[in-house]
């Protein structure tokens, strides 16, 4: 059974930080390239981040760029990402999701940031 379980999510004021992790299992992780998404009320939901499978590789949505960093960890099966510099507009559902043709999505975190 396949699951991929975000945590990290939470309220912070504008200008905070947050660390969002994506724990995997169920999947050869490490063949597996991974992105995160983001989903706000009454919008498309986006790509904010993905990473090869390596970790070598990272590319980020322009919005996010320089305040967002993706990570992984290969031994532990887990994608990261690292949030500052948040604001309101960052507000959303993030999901993790395997970027392979059989993809799987987790549940999401609530990050919500107040101004």
């Known amino acids: 059974q396949v699951q991929l379980v975000e945590s990290g999510g939470g309220l912070v004021q504008a200008g905070g930080s947050l660390r969002l992790s994506c724990a995997a299992s169920?999947?050869?992780?490490?063949?597996?390239?991974m992105g995160w998404y983001r989903q706000a009320p009454g919008k498309q939901r986006e790509l904010v981040a993905s990473?090869?499978?390596?970790?070598?590789?990272?590319n980020y949505a322009d919005s996010v760029k320089g305040r967002f960093t993706i990570s992984r960890d290969n031994a532990k099966n887990t994608v990261y990402l690292e949030m500052n510099s948040l604001k309101p507009e960052d507000t959303a559902v993030y999901y993790c999701?395997?970027?392979?043709?059989?993809?799987?999505w987790g549940q999401g975190t609530q990050v919500t940031v107040s101004s």
């Open positions: 999701h395997n970027l392979s043709p059989r993809g799987y």
């Open positions: 990473i090869t499978t390596s970790g070598g590789s990272t």
């Open positions: 169920g999947i050869i992780f490490n063949i597996n390239p």
